[in-house]
């Protein structure tokens, strides 16, 4: 299992330790991206990830939670993002295009889905994303409470990459931490994003060496 941790729950006073422990403990940085449009709030931008990216020694992976997300993609991909995902709901018919745009930058392209899209929405979509990121909490605020009907849609998303004989990663984000890391890696997710139960836990790397040996 591959932890994402998100840099929205890390402590921005001592940011360089935050980033020091996802390089030495966890597997990948979770960024997310809130214009206060798309979401009713707003993160950080390009300076932060900037200096993120001149310390990181592990993938960024960039979530964007905007509206018209193929006007920025590029400047994330020039910040040195590995991966980046938006949001179907903000894409809707452009989704297929901007999937192509994202790739032909030499970067990994993932579609996002709320808890309120219905899966079968990105299903034409599965056969070109390199990813898939599911919400399990209404995307917009960290520390929200996991959606346990989350379980079934990854299950469904991922039948149906199996279907149609792909092996792409379901990463999954909102809620998660060691309590439900097993079932959310046994419903088929390979890529757990994590805030709050990394970052306030009292021990962040124990909470990370959980996860990351949830099974699957
Ligand atoms: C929510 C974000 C998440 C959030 C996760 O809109 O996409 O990445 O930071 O935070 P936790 O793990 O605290 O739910
Ligand atoms: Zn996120």
Redesign the pocket.
């Known amino acids: 299992m591959l932890v994402a941790p998100?840099i929205?729950?890390a402590d921005f006073l001592h940011l360089e330790r935050d980033v020091q422990l996802v390089n030495d403990h966890a597997d990948i940085f979770?960024l997310?991206i809130m214009d206060g449009t798309f979401?009713p709030n707003i993160s950080f931008g390009f300076p932060v990830v900037e200096a993120i990216a001149a310390k990181a020694q592990k993938p960024m992976d960039v979530?964007l939670?905007i509206v018209e997300p193929w006007k920025y993609a590029e400047r994330f991909a020039k910040a040195g993002a590995s991966m980046i995902s938006f949001h179907y709901e903000a894409a809707l018919d452009r989704s297929r295009e901007l999937i192509g745009n994202i790739q032909s930058m030499g970067v990994k392209a993932g579609i996002v889905i709320n808890p309120d899209c219905p899966v079968k929405n990105i299903f034409p979509l599965l056969d070109v994303a390199d990813f898939v990121l599911i919400m399990s909490?209404f995307?917009?605020?960290?520390?929200?409470k996991f959606i346990p009907e989350s379980l079934d849609r990854i299950k469904a998303v991922s039948a149906r990459i199996r279907q149609i004989g792909r092996d792409i990663p379901i990463e999954v984000?909102?809620?998660?931490g060691p309590d439900n890391a097993g079932a959310v890696a046994d419903a088929g997710a390979s890529i757990l994003?994590?805030?709050?139960?990394v970052f306030k836990a009292p021990d962040p790397v124990q909470a990370i060496q959980f996860m990351k040996n949830a099974r699957r």
């Open positions: 998100s929205l729950a979770h997310d979401v979530h939670m909490v995307a917009g605020f960290g520390g929200q984000d909102g809620g998660i994003v994590a805030g709050s139960s």
